[in-house]
């Protein structure tokens, strides 16, 4: 039997258990009847027929309540449903039918709400499991023909057609496929993925039919690992579960205690009935288990998969979390940080020699000089007699010069400006990318995997969610690493580990406190597996590590880890304050029943009560929390969208600003006024008209979201002071016109306004990034740039 059968079976068991429910259903049916009958009896005056209704409610209530509790004592427990038992025969042998008829709907009425709020709770979790696709079309050449996923090969070439769910990872061989991802990271808008993308398996063709190229069997794609995850969610009772299992457990005793008391003092056995009736644990048995599932389905929402409830009740308890840097807290990829070109040339001719070479390089930096000529639209040439030395680069011939792109040996007769390059890799921590024409330094690309633009707004929600302690594990160099941890402002960092130094690393910071792991690379595995909590970034990460894994995010968002934690916290906490404060109720219920102030039939009433006001409490686990990230208006994330693309096309502004300030410093001749003048031209034509739009288009679309204008006040001040400097680098220009070039009394203060437009433009958008753009429900696209 294949995996798919397997876990359809597994389906229709969970199917017989909490959707049916013909026991439960039945008996409440009974039971209101018989209260019914019984009180339209007691209306018309005939009491000895009321209490025949009622006492035959009661009877149909004792047979299921006895089933249910030798069901228990099969599997060696003691059911807290005896409870009930005692009360509806007490109410029968004390002539209390009334109050017997009352706990028999208390009891189906109880079972009845437990069936459905489990339901509704785990319904984003069935539904998860049930939309796993069992068939796919293969295209060969005699035609198109369906077979079952498991069949599938890597290699073979699929088709997808309209509304169907891709049943294997691939890659698109069609010119676009419009997807429907929903199911994988939550966000309600469509995607589109190019000729050549990758597409993960359970994600829905929302568009025209598509052909994939297969990647991965079924097994190992992506869809049936989050099912393997999902099957298991909720297999584990959450420990705040058990803990209410073991309170209900020694409420029987007490329970029986206080009703012999009351029983003996007072004289009077109806007095042990309403303690009876009003002692059903209700509200232990339904709260907890409702607002963990609750919590489970919540997060599945949100493309977070939980291993079960235990894992969850546990992120609520968590104080110390543990990350990796590359790929959890950076984007995992390397973006280009700046292009500097060497005196008299410029850095959109630097960028488009080295990107023309790098087309034919695998190379993941040679990757990210490409994908920027690209997102810059520069117009590549096709180079010729390619070669590429590992570890050294890549060359070829363009437009009849050679040109190489990689590293360059080390010499002490370097140009000032290539030692100007190196100082500034070393402070920023990035890898340099040299560019040689004809054998001659002709320029250098600096990158380095940048942050990600959600990283810091979710380490502040991790310390408001009651994280105390933040600490980045990393086998990276310690430059780098140290670099990350002081803009995401972490408590502690260790770089250079390896793989048993990140699991040491983890179990002494478990000592201490309930720890969590997150990472994505194969060697984060086992320290995700020492911790106390795993947490896998599934959507690109490698299959060891979720596996390993309580906790995977589907989607490429670290944000989703805030989301994560906040569901736990709020689902504990909601769990606990329904299991204690009902049965609180429950407790003084007992008091007053044993004081004589509460009669069999009204503490019924009471204790259904109590157990319907927990259920529906523990249900606000399902609620989304309002709190935790603003929610965009669809205008807001089309604009978001919009300026954040702007962002990446500006990159050459900001360049040509830095560029014209280094021409200033080292040489303030003719070349250095035309690189002014460039600089200039670049601000005025495309970067200012970006930042008046995004003043009266962007930040009033924001304002509702952030709590109102204020919200966007200094980025407003420092749209006003890029104003400033460019109208100051323009009366620079005047006046170097009139004196026929750059005068001595102008280079300090030029200098100034170049390198310090440059600056707050950085920080400026990087500031939008994090803030603003980092709200958007699909994450824009080139969003973790090298600034």
Not at 15 to 41: F, R
Request: a negative charge; glycine letters at 8%.
């Amino acid at each position: 039997m294949d995996r798919i059968t397997v876990l359809a079976a597994r389906l229709r068991r969970l199917t017989l258990k909490t959707v049916c429910a013909p026991a439960e259903s039945m008996l409440l049916a009974v039971t209101a009847v018989a209260l019914s009958a019984g009180g339209v009896a007691w209306i018309v005056d005939t009491g000895p027929l009321a209490d025949l209704f009622w006492g035959l409610g009661t009877l149909a209530a004792v047979v299921p309540a006895v089933g249910w509790v030798l069901a228990s004592l099969r599997h060696g427990e003691v059911g807290v449903d005896m409870v009930a038992v005692l009360a509806l025969g007490g109410t029968l042998a004390v002539q209390e039918y009334l109050a017997g008829a009352l706990i028999a709907l208390m009891l189906a009425t109880g079972r009845t709400l437990e069936t459905a709020a489990r339901r509704r709770a785990s319904h984003d979790l069935r539904h998860l499991l049930e939309r796993a696709p069992r068939s796919a079309r293969l295209s060969t050449a005699t035609g198109v023909r369906v077979v079952p996923s498991a069949e599938v090969r890597v290699g073979d070439l699929l088709v997808v057609g309209p509304g169907e769910v891709v049943p294997v990872d691939g890659r698109v061989e069609s010119i676009i496929a419009v997807l429907d991802e929903s199911a994988l990271t939550g966000e309600p808008l469509q995607t589109e993925r190019a000729h050549g993308e990758a597409v993960r398996s359970g994600v829905v063709n929302a568009g025209a039919a598509f052909e994939l190229r297969a990647t991965a069997a079924e097994r190992d794609s992506t869809y049936a690992g989050i099912v393997r995850l999902a099957r298991e969610a909720g297999a584990e009772s959450a420990p705040v579960v058990r803990l209410a299992d073991r309170y209900a457990a020694w409420l029987l005793p007490l329970t029986l205690v206080t009703a012999g008391l009351a029983w003996l003092v007072s004289g009077s056995a109806v007095r042990a009935v309403a303690v009876l009736v009003v002692a059903t644990p209700c509200p232990l048995l339904l709260a907890a288990p409702v607002a963990i599932v609750s919590g489970l389905s919540r997060a599945s929402r949100l493309g977070v998969v939980v291993r079960g409830g235990g894992a969850l009740e546990n992120l609520g308890r968590a104080r110390t979390l543990v990350l990796d840097k590359t790929g959890t807290l950076t984007a995992g990829r390397p973006r280009v940080l700046d292009v500097i070109a060497a005196p008299g040339g410029t850095p959109a001719e630097v960028l488009r020699l080295a990107a023309s070479v790098d087309q034919y390089s695998p190379h993941v930096l040679a990757q990210a000089i490409v994908d920027t000529a690209h997102r810059r639209d520069v117009a590549l040439s096709v180079p010729s007699a390619v070669s590429e030395e590992p570890g050294r680069g890549a060359s070829g011939t363009v437009d009849g010069r050679r040109v190489s792109v990689g590293r360059v040996a080390a010499s002490d007769t370097r140009p000032s400006w290539a030692r100007a390059v190196d100082n500034r890799a070393l402070l920023d921590g990035a890898a340099v990318a040299w560019l040689t024409v004809d054998g001659q330094p002709a320029g250098a690309v600096l990158l380095r995997d940048p942050v990600r633009p959600d990283a810091p707004r979710t380490l502040r929600r991790l310390r408001a969610t009651g994280i105390e302690r933040l600490l980045m594990l990393t086998g990276d160099r310690a430059e780098p690493a140290h670099e990350v941890a002081a803009v995401l402002g972490l408590d502690d960092v260790r770089a250079e580990l390896g793989p048993a130094d990140k699991v040491a690393a983890v179990r002494a910071e478990r000592a201490r406190a309930v720890t969590v792991m997150v990472g994505e690379g194969v060697n984060d595995a086992p320290a995700l597996a020492a911790a106390d909590i795993g947490v896998a970034m599934g959507a690109r990460g490698a299959t060891a590590s979720s596996e390993a894994a309580d906790i995977v995010l589907t989607t490429d968002r670290v944000d989703r880890l805030a989301d994560a934690v906040s569901i736990a916290v709020r689902a504990r906490r909601i769990a606990v304050q329904s299991a204690f404060g009902g049965m609180l109720m429950s407790l003084a219920a007992m008091t007053a029943a044993a004081f004589g102030l509460l009669l069999p039939a009204a503490g019924a009433l009471l204790q259904e009560a109590i157990d319907v006001a927990v259920i529906l409490n523990a249900l606000r686990a399902l609620r989304v929390d309002q709190a935790a990230r603003p929610a965009l208006a669809p205008v807001a994330e089309a604009l978001v969208q919009r300026f954040a693309a702007e962002h990446d096309d500006l990159q050459d502004v900001l360049e040509a600003v830095r560029g014209a300030a280094d021409r200033v410093s080292d040489s303030p001749g003719p070349q250095a006024l035309a690189a002014v003048e460039e600089a200039h031209r670049l601000l005025a034509e495309r970067l200012l008209p970006h930042e008046s739009a995004e003043e009266h288009e962007l930040y009033p679309a924001l304002a509702p979201a952030l709590g109102g204008p204020e919200a966007t006040a200094t980025m407003s001040r420092a749209h006003t002071e890029i104003a400033r400097l460019s109208r100051r680098i323009a009366t620079h220009l005047d006046l170097s016109h009139g004196e026929g070039g750059l005068a001595p009394g102008q280079l300090d203060d030029l200098r100034s306004c170049l390198y310090g437009l440059n600056t707050v433009l950085r920080l400026h958008f990087t500031q939008e990034e994090e803030n603003y753009f980092s709200l958007a429900n699909t994450p824009p696209a080139g969003g973790c740039r090298g600034s």
